[in-house]
């Protein structure tokens, strides 16, 4: 793990939500950084976690009174903010988030956030309902105008049964990124430079409500993706349907088929770099039915299939708008660097990653390199086979993201 937060204090307001249990992963991913993090929590905020489990974690002091003897015989709320590099609140409550907007100062949080001189990263957690009120918009506003940086919220289910729209706090990975982005003052190697990745699958209609998939969950393109904007690119991620959320800091062009994600990239040439992760369908149906098409018995018709375009044979052999660098996928099952090194030929590419799908290969628990949180690739180019450790698919992105800052330097010097 890249200590990209060595040596940096991260003060972690938790307020009192369901989502303050994410705040146990975020601490952990944190520190995985090389972050110091200390905890401030508010009475609500204990009554979701304790304190005992977040000061396991932070191994430090967890502080929850404002009017602590200990704490605060040398003014601690005051001390607390100013020896802090980034103050992340998170959840942040519509509660909380109204507080920050108006001045007020009426527990240990609050008042630690009026006594900040560092950024301030929030990361709101409501129902849909809440986030939506005008006053929390109006409170948005406030914060956003007084520089206060924001992270989500983003859509899906509530806690709440049968609740669901956007209200979601952030996911921990989403919340370190924008953490690193903020304060990560490493050299930015791919500043200035614009690099296209395309993620996830592709859906090619057979009917209204059937379609031709595969099993790709998109999560090592969004990573990918993420990576390459930590380093300063402008990206564009090109998305197939996924479940996962965009990555922050990245320009996302969602599509459904082949055929869309192939002039979507098409009309963002040219670029520095193009990196296809997306797991394209190789055939759609030769037409779609406009009405369902009803079971039958005995089966029914054979399905004709077309072929789709080859994104990335047609960005590799461009004529006049290839990029610099093109690095495709291989999804395998067998012959892994032999089939890969065929394909980086026939395409055009300058590296092929490819990786083993197969049901025995072992990696990713029990669903495997597809929806899986981790993945085991093997670099290939025209000379060379390289077959790297399994690892998380952030870690995987990390390294991609430095082979194309590398290989892009060198083609300037």
């Not at 698919?393 to 290989?407: F, G, P, S, T």
Request: hydrophobic share 45%; charged share 25%.
């Amino acid at each position: 793990m890249h200590k990209t937060l060595s040596g940096k204090t991260i003060l972690l307001i938790i307020g009192g939500g369901i989502a303050a249990y994410k705040c146990l992963d975020l601490i952990r991913r944190l520190r995985e950084r090389g972050a110091q993090v200390r905890c401030v929590m508010t009475s609500a905020a204990e009554q979701f976690v304790t304190p005992l489990a977040v000061g396991a974690l932070t191994a430090d002091t967890v502080f929850t009174d404002l009017f602590d003897r200990q704490d605060e015989h040398d003014v601690g709320h005051i001390r607390l903010a100013r020896e802090a590099d980034l103050i992340v609140v998170a959840p942040a409550t519509a509660d909380l988030m109204a507080k920050m907007a108006h001045g007020l100062a009426s527990d240990l949080a609050s008042t630690v956030l009026m006594a900040a001189s560092s950024p301030v990263l929030v990361a709101p957690a409501m129902n849909p309902a809440m986030w939506t009120h005008p006053a929390t918009r109006r409170n948005r506003d406030t914060l956003s105008g007084d520089g206060i940086a924001f992270v989500g919220p983003n859509a899906g289910e509530m806690a709440e049964s049968g609740e669901a729209g956007e209200g979601r706090m952030a996911e921990p990975l989403e919340i370190v990124a924008a953490v690193v982005r903020l304060l990560d003052d490493r050299p930015k190697p791919l500043a200035g430079r614009t690099v296209i990745v395309t993620s996830g699958p592709t859906h090619e209609p057979i009917d209204p409500v059937r379609y031709i998939a595969n099993r790709s969950s998109g999560k090592q393109g969004h990573a990918i993706a993420a990576a390459l904007a930590d380093l300063g690119a402008t990206v564009r991620l090109v998305s197939g349907p996924v479940q996962v959320a965009d990555p922050p800091g990245v320009d996302v062009i969602a599509v459904e088929s082949a055929r869309e994600m192939h002039d979507a990239v098409h009309q963002l040439l040219p670029a520095d770099a193009a990196i296809f992760a997306a797991a394209v369908a190789d055939y759609r149906p030769a037409s779609e039915a406009d009405e369902k098409i009803k079971k039958q018995a005995g089966g029914i018709d054979a399905i004709a299939l077309a072929e789709n375009p080859d994104i990335l044979a047609s960005v590799g052999n461009h004529a006049t708008q290839r990029p610099r660098l093109v690095i495709g996928f291989a999804a395998e099952t067998q012959e892994l660097a032999e089939n890969a090194r065929a394909k980086l030929a026939r395409k055009g590419a300058d590296f092929i990653i490819a990786n083993d799908v197969s049901h025995d290969s072992g990696i990713g628990g029990a669903g495997g390199v597809m929806g899986g949180d981790r993945n085991r690739v093997t670099l290939v180019s025209k000379d060379d086979a390289d077959r790297w450790p399994e690892m998380d698919k952030a870690e995987v992105a990390v390294r991609i993201a430095d082979l194309v800052a590398r290989h892009l330097q060198t083609l300037t010097t």
